[in-house]
């Protein structure tokens, strides 16, 4: 079975898919979009592990439209898994989304004809859908990331990963359990599991940077008592800023103010709970290191005397952190610091010696075998690349994504691809992700996307190819901005990058910067594409 009266294929139903479906949707498109999963919700359909949450701060969590607003109400201020799931279901009945989209089917590849130039999407139940345009919205974190720890299918209990938790798992209380990882969902996990578990062991290759989730004072029912106007003026500054919130960094270099006025300062932002002290701190935290480890000394100072255990304050707080402060996103924690400090909670270090193997009944590291009921793991996804070059994409003379980008990412804007035509994607590498909010950034991608497919429909283009000329020249922006920050010193990109020797494989320039890169392309007659079958009139 063929479809093919379509104008648009959009695979992936989170908030870019679901943006894009509605907005190209009303614009007179014939639109159809693919999910693996059953419902509309992306990522939080899959992330099922104890109290998954929301970490950006409210209400910036939420789809930009005012009509959504009119008999909505946030019950939580960083919104838990079922509250986002409740709001992907609102979202449904007021824009009968679900109408568009086919669930449950994975797409199994996609090709691009120059002969008719269009994509035949191919699904695994083996149906086929053809369209002009491909918009694979799967964004940077649709892959997991499984250690490849030697006997690791040894193990006799469960092994969880906390993008893929079943329903019916273990119950933690009285049990044994090794979390490996300390990022967002490990942080989230430690806390949750760390309290009820009798017996926890933390395997950590770098300490997390964190914040406190809350204000010092509770102010989380005059928070979600905001009315729908004060909604829409908070989502418009959050468009108008640096990060897509309302923190704004002080016009100051840290250095140049006094230390007890620093240290005030530092207190007020810190105390003030979610990234305020990051987002909102001195304008040069991640471009002077000396600044950079001024305000990581004020944090280690509060941190510490969170930590009773001395051996621990040294693994969870070292003097010189593995990473400059704020240039990986800081997790967001209630009381994780007190978790960990607890007797039956022991954290090993695995940065220079890895976990040697995992048994049937447990983890060796160090030369020590350890004895688990259940292990999580708390290792997140793949590099930003890795959900797309996962659907089997192939473009012009057949080039397969994956081999396009074998020695790095290329892109132009962090949206269209050279050998890629009629293709653009949402919310993936080289654009603003882990720095930004990401609602903010889907909304100037997905308002660019249908402004530049609306401009070929009326102009008669069949085809529109980013140049190979773009990628360069998008490359070299997104380094000048790298060398100028800290950003380069970003062990995790090292590493995953270090194969091809590129850097800068996530735009750090900020929304504002971002936006206007992408209204430039379009007010200098489609900058960077290069254009088939165009009317006899200049585009807009």
Not at 490 to 519: A, C, F, N, V
Request: one cysteine or more; charged letters at 25%.
């Amino acid at each position: 079975m063929i479809l093919n009266d379509l104008d648009v294929i959009v695979i992936g139903a989170g908030f870019s898919g679901i943006l894009a479906v509605y907005k190209l949707r009303r614009l007179g498109f014939r639109v159809r979009g693919f999910e693996r999963q059953e419902r509309l919700g992306g990522v939080w359909r899959e992330n099922a592990y104890p109290v998954a949450a929301v970490d950006s701060p409210f209400p910036f969590y939420q789809f930009y439209d005012a009509e959504l607003l009119q008999d909505w109400r946030w019950k939580e201020q960083f919104p838990t898994r079922a509250e986002m799931l409740r709001y992907f279901e609102h979202v449904d009945a007021r824009w009968e989304i679900s109408a568009s989209f086919d669930f449950g089917v994975t797409v199994s590849g996609a090709e691009y004809s120059e002969a008719t130039r269009r994509w035949t999407v191919s699904l695994e139940d083996g149906r086929r859908a053809e369209a002009q345009w491909l918009v694979p919205a799967v964004g940077f974190s649709s892959v997991l990331t499984i250690p490849q720890i030697p006997g690791i299918e040894r193990f006799r209990g469960p092994i969880y990963h906390t993008a893929r938790w079943p329903r019916d798992a273990m119950d933690m209380r009285g049990k044994k359990v090794a979390v490996i990882g300390t990022g967002p969902s490990g942080v989230q996990i430690i806390q949750s599991v760390g309290k009820v578990a009798e017996a926890m062991t933390i395997y950590q290759q770098t300490p997390c940077l964190t914040l406190r989730k809350y204000s010092s004072q509770d102010k989380t029912v005059e928070t979600l008592e905001i009315e729908p106007d004060d909604h829409r003026k908070a989502l418009q500054l959050g468009l108008q800023s640096f990060n897509g919130f309302h923190y704004a960094l002080r016009d100051q270099d840290a250095l140049t103010v006094s230390a007890e006025e620093r240290n005030l300062f530092y207190r007020k932002r810190y105390l003030e709970g979610g990234w305020a002290f990051w987002m909102g701190g001195f304008r040069d935290l991640c471009q002077d290191p000396r600044a950079n480890r001024d305000a990581y000394a004020f944090w280690a100072e509060q941190t510490r005397a969170r930590i009773s255990s001395a051996a621990k304050r040294k693994l969870l707080v070292p003097e010189i952190p593995a990473l400059p402060f704020g240039i990986k996103r800081p997790c967001l924690e209630e009381d994780l610091y007190e978790v960990m400090d607890q007797p039956q909670v022991e954290i090993v270090d695995i940065s220079e010696e890895p976990i040697e193997a995992i048994t049937d009944k447990g983890i060796r590291a160090h030369g020590r075998t350890i004895d688990f009921d259940a292990i999580i793991l708390a290792t997140g996804f793949g590099d930003e690349a890795s959900g797309l070059k996962n659907l089997n994409i192939r473009g012009r003379n057949g080039i397969a994504l994956e081999d396009a980008w074998s020695k790095g990412v290329q892109s132009h804007l962090g949206i269209a691809i050279n050998r890629f035509p009629n293709m653009f994607f949402l919310y993936g590498p080289q654009c603003p992700t882990l720095l930004v909010n990401s609602p903010a950034v889907i909304t100037v991608q997905v308002d660019w996307l249908c402004r530049i497919i609306s401009d070929c429909r009326r102009a008669d283009i069949s085809q529109l190819e980013a140049t190979g000329e773009s990628h360069r020249v998008w490359q070299q922006k997104m380094e000048d901005l790298w060398v100028k920050s800290l950003y380069h010193k970003h062990p995790h990109k090292s590493k995953k990058e270090g194969k091809t020797g590129k850097e800068g494989q996530t735009w750090i320039g900020g929304l504002r910067l971002y936006r206007d890169e992408l209204d430039g392309c379009l007010a200098n007659g489609l900058e960077g594409f290069q254009v088939c079958g165009v009317k006899d009139f200049a585009l807009r």
